[in-house]
């Protein structure tokens, strides 16, 4: 396997996109899983363990744009309506909600104390799909895989 080489741009966004734009169009409900640091923009009372999981669907967010470098839209929680902006190399996975089917990504490099969120993070609870204004319960939809222990994502040939 060659090195990557420096000068080219990641494929995550383009691969981000291409899922995104699959699930749709096959009628699941796109998932992104975010690494959280202090340089994402999320509902920081919905982070578990350092990470978040977002509907990313059309029909819970308003104004997506998934960009080379960052994934913006707004979203809304509890009924509040929140603008979320996530650098795109912080997204970790995107994934189906119905059948688990998606891509994991390589986490960012560990943020140094002084980016780490104020004591964010710190529950031992997985973290649960929030964004968007959807009918789910706070475990996630109902009829989903559970989510503590192993990751229950497949991997794409």
């Known amino acids: 396997m060659l090195p990557a080489d420096p000068q080219l741009p990641s494929t995550r966004p383009y691969l981000i996109r291409a899922l995104h734009e699959w699930c749709t169009e096959h009628g699941f409900t796109p998932y992104l899983a975010v690494k959280v640091d202090a340089t994402v923009q999320v509902p920081m009372e919905h ?3 350092g990470e ?3 509907n990313a669907s059309f029909d819970a967010t308003s ?3 998934l960009g080379n470098d960052f994934i913006e839209f707004k979203a809304r929680f ?3 309506p929140r603008d979320i902006v996530i650098p795109v ?3 970790i996975a995107i994934y189906a909600r119905e059948n688990g089917q ?3 990504f390589p986490a960012p490099p560990a943020p140094s104390a002084a980016t780490e969120p104020g004591g964010q993070g710190s529950d031992d609870a997985a973290p649960s799909p929030v964004a968007g204004a959807t009918p789910e ?3 996630g939809p109902p009829g989903a895989p559970p989510t503590p222990g192993r990751s ?3 991997r794409v040939k």
Do not use: E, Q, W
Request: hydrophobic share 40%; proline share 4%; glycine share 20%.
């Open 52 to 54: 978040i999981v977002l």
């Open 78 to 80: 509890g009924g509040i």
């Open 89 to 91: 190399d912080h997204v």
């Open 137 to 139: 319960g706070p475990d």
């Open 47 to 49: 982070v578990r363990n």
């Open 152 to 154: 229950h994502l497949k």
């Open 102 to 104: 998606g891509m994991a």
């Open 63 to 65: 104004g997506l744009r």
